[in-house]
């Protein structure tokens, strides 16, 4: 363990400690707030049971699905923008302010085009996973060394062969960048969206125990959801990491 992770996880048991004896003491009310070793016995509890799993599953494959769907656009309209900078010089404005538009109120409409269920779910997933991915695209484009663009061209390679064997795999870290993120606005959207008007996923679990003030459980599912990030955040970061991108 490098001594940067290992003061993460002393700073990380620092606060659960507290967070543990301010429940403990009283000192926050325990329907706003129960202690994590509550939060961990209620996952447990939760994750035995065959409903909870199948809502975890179906949330797992709302996000994937998004981000399978986002990569693919993404890249494509990365490659897209960049080999014509006039349209990439217009859609910049867009760009830099999407996130800062009101996507999650499209949420509705989709409902009314999509109908309940999974679809308008990973729709709305893919919007706000997919633009990630196409900066990170667009970066790794920009930076592809001057030399490797020689070489397409003394082999005398056309546009696809030169993006698919040499331009995509120079700058797939900057790819992966943005489908790591990706995944982080994916279960974002996709959770935000169970909570509304979804009939399954632990997104509709955790807002249905709030709703019937269950609070530990409500706790446990979201420590759940929390891992299952960190889980996947971790993976990613390795597969960054053996491809020559060091992990933060």
């Given amino acids: 363990m490098t001594p940067r992770r290992g003061r993460r996880l002393i700073a990380l048991l620092l606060f659960v400690a507290s967070?543990?004896?301010?429940?403990?003491?009283?000192?926050?009310?325990?329907?706003?707030?129960?202690?994590?070793?509550?939060?961990v016995r209620a996952m447990a509890t939760a994750l035995?049971?065959?409903?909870?799993?199948?809502?975890l599953w179906q949330t797992v494959r709302s996000v994937s699905a998004s981000v399978a769907i986002a990569a693919l656009v993404g890249v494509a309209a990365g490659i897209l923008l960049h080999a014509l900078p006039r349209l990439r010089g217009a859609c910049e404005p867009f760009i830099a302010s999407y996130y800062a538009l009101p996507l999650?109120?499209?949420y509705p409409l989709l409902v009314v085009v999509l109908g309940v269920g999974t679809l308008p779910i990973v729709f709305t997933g893919t919007l706000y996973a997919a633009m990630s991915v196409l900066i990170g695209t667009l970066s790794g484009l920009d930076h592809v060394p001057r030399v490797f663009r020689k070489v397409a061209k003394v082999h005398r390679l056309g546009a696809l062969k030169?993006?698919?064997?040499?331009?995509?795999?120079?700058?797939?870290?900057?790819?992966?960048?943005?489908?790591?993120?990706?995944?982080?606005?994916?279960?974002?959207?996709?959770?935000?969206?169970?909570?509304?008007?979804?009939?399954?996923?632990?997104?509709?679990?955790?807002?249905?125990?709030?709703?019937?003030?269950?609070?530990?459980?409500?706790?446990?599912?979201?420590?759940?959801?929390?891992?299952?990030?960190?889980?996947?955040?971790?993976?990613?970061?390795?597969?960054?990491?053996?491809?020559?991108?060091?992990?933060?």
Avoid: K, W
Avoid at 31 to 37: E, R
Avoid at 48 to 55: G, N, R
Avoid at 209 to 233: D, P, Q, W
């Fill in 104 to 106: 999650f109120a499209l």
């Fill in 162 to 248: 030169a993006l698919a064997g040499i331009y995509i795999p120079s700058c797939s870290a900057e790819i992966l960048g943005g489908i790591t993120l990706a995944v982080s606005y994916a279960f974002v959207a996709v959770i935000a969206s169970e909570f509304l008007l979804a009939p399954s996923g632990i997104g509709h679990e955790i807002a249905e125990a709030y709703t019937s003030f269950r609070i530990e459980r409500m706790y446990g599912l979201m420590l759940a959801l929390v891992i299952l990030t960190m889980v996947v955040n971790a993976v990613l970061r390795q597969v960054r990491v053996r491809i020559g991108v060091p992990a933060a």
């Fill in 19 to 39: 967070l543990e004896a301010v429940c403990r003491a009283h000192l926050v009310r325990p329907t706003d707030l129960v202690p994590p070793s509550v939060m």
């Fill in 48 to 55: 035995v049971e065959p409903a909870t799993l199948y809502d």
